[in-house]
């Protein structure tokens, strides 16, 4: 089984930057997608952005778009992702994701393996 570990969750500033990592381990990975995720205490679990492992192709949420960049180190089986322009509305548990399919996906039940998540607060 897959086993996912976020990475540079914290507390900042609204306007300030984080990047999050995501270290993956115990199966080949390479072929798949990846994707972030974040879940607000009493909300769903909202999809962030996700990307081909490959081919580089991505897809964002609306929320993030031109503020978060999803990428990754092929070579590392790590994903990031790099958060910039942040607002009070970031604030919440990340976790990254990994899909059997190819294609990256927006909808949480397309993803087989989970994290424990990294805290992200981010204050006005």
């Known amino acids: 089984q897959v086993q996912l570990v976020e990475s540079g969750g914290g507390l900042v500033q609204a306007g300030g930057s984080l990047r999050l990592s995501c270290a993956a381990s115990g199966r080949a990975l390479s072929g798949y997608s990846m994707g972030w995720f974040r879940q607000a205490p009493g909300q769903e679990r909202d999809f962030v952005a996700a990307?081909?492992?490959?081919?580089?192709?991505?897809l964002y949420a609306d929320s993030v778009k031109g503020r978060f960049t999803i990428s990754r180190d092929n070579g590392e089986n790590t994903l990031f992702l790099q958060m910039n322009s942040l607002e009070p509305e970031d604030t919440a548990v990340y976790y990254c994701a990994v899909s059997r399919a190819i294609i990256p996906r927006s909808s949480r039940d397309n993803y087989d393996y989970w994290g424990q998540g990294t805290q992200v607060t981010v204050s006005s």
């Open positions: 990307m081909s492992w490959f081919a580089s192709r991505t």
